[in-house]
């Protein structure tokens, strides 16, 4: 089995509570899923984050790796850092349907209303504090939705429909890192990039949005905060895209020495202590039987 991993080239948290709606965090080393008390009342306001991985690291692998049938999962760690969570809850994944910019803000460098201008994708734009792009929040393209009405507009745009949700259910006790399969949407986005194909067929990568069930119906309840390792983590722990696929080959011929039965002894005869992650490497793998 094939292993290929690849790294986002951008990603961001956005808020809505009041104070950081404009707030932007392109640079911060975690993802946000909070649920932030309200100032002057009992609300609950969400978090969401963004992450998108490049079309030409997409295009290579596709082009130049795979063979055969393949498989993709989203995978984010989180961190230690998790508190007041409920018994249970559900994250979803859906695709985004604009674009947007990263940004080079902290939260630290606005945790208040500061009137600081941001220069990145937030809740409610998603390019910067200037030029003011704002999400989509009605009239929106076949098969995309938002969520958020009235005076609460923003928070993203995202494609709905089978093959555009994903979810995965966490119990309080369990590991919190996501880890979903999303094969029909790396297939969406790669029928766009290779064959010009539109929605429903083809989307094109404008990343992801990763968020919590009813963050938004729910905003009278405390949902606690859940923390992830982002790209700009000084960990190992970046967000990562695993694709895989069977690239094994088999020796049928008469002259091969199949064993059924018994037991055999392997080892990797170049095996290194150490490894780059931007070389490739041959693994040479020996067999025989134990005795």
């Known amino acids: 089995m094939a292993y290929y991993f690849l790294y986002p080239e951008k990603d961001s948290t956005i808020y809505s509570h009041p104070y950081r709606q404009d707030l932007n965090t392109g640079i911060v ?76 803000d902290r939260y630290l460098e606005r945790p208040y209303n500061n009137k600081v201008v941001s220069n990145g994708v937030s809740w409610l734009y998603t390019d910067d504090g200037t030029t003011k792009t704002s999400w989509e929040t009605s009239s929106f393209n076949s098969g995309t939705t938002g969520s958020f009405s009235g005076s609460d507009k923003g928070g993203g745009v995202w494609y709905t429909g089978s093959g555009f949700e994903f979810s995965q259910s966490f119990d309080i006790t369990q590991n919190l890192d996501i880890d979903l399969n999303i094969t029909s949407l790396i297939q969406k986005y790669s029928s766009s990039l290779f064959a010009s194909q539109t929605y429903p067929t083809g989307i ?83 067999a025989r039987e134990q005795y």
């Not at 609300?43 to 795979?66: A, C, G, H, M, V």
């Open 204 to 286: 094109p990568n404008n990343g992801i949005i990763i968020k919590r069930t009813n963050d938004v119906n729910n905003n009278t309840t405390d949902q606690g905060e859940l923390k992830y390792f982002s790209l700009d983590t000084h960990t190992i722990f970046s967000p990562t895209l695993a694709i895989k696929w069977d690239d094994s080959s088999y020796i049928t011929s008469s002259g091969a020495n199949i064993l059924t039965s018994g037991k055999i002894q392997l080892n990797i005869s170049n095996n290194k202590q150490e490894y780059r992650p931007s070389e490739e490497y041959t693994f040479r793998i020996n």
């Open 29 to 104: 080393e975690t993802l946000s899923l909070a649920s932030e008390k309200g100032i002057d009342n009992d609300l609950y306001y969400p978090s969401r984050f963004l992450i998108q991985f490049k079309d030409s690291e997409l295009t290579s692998i596709i082009q130049n790796k795979i063979t055969g049938n393949f498989s993709a999962s989203l995978i984010t760690y989180a961190t230690e850092f998790s508190q007041n969570l409920p018994k249970t809850q559900i994250i979803e994944i859906y695709p985004i349907s604009q674009s947007w910019e990263s940004g080079t």
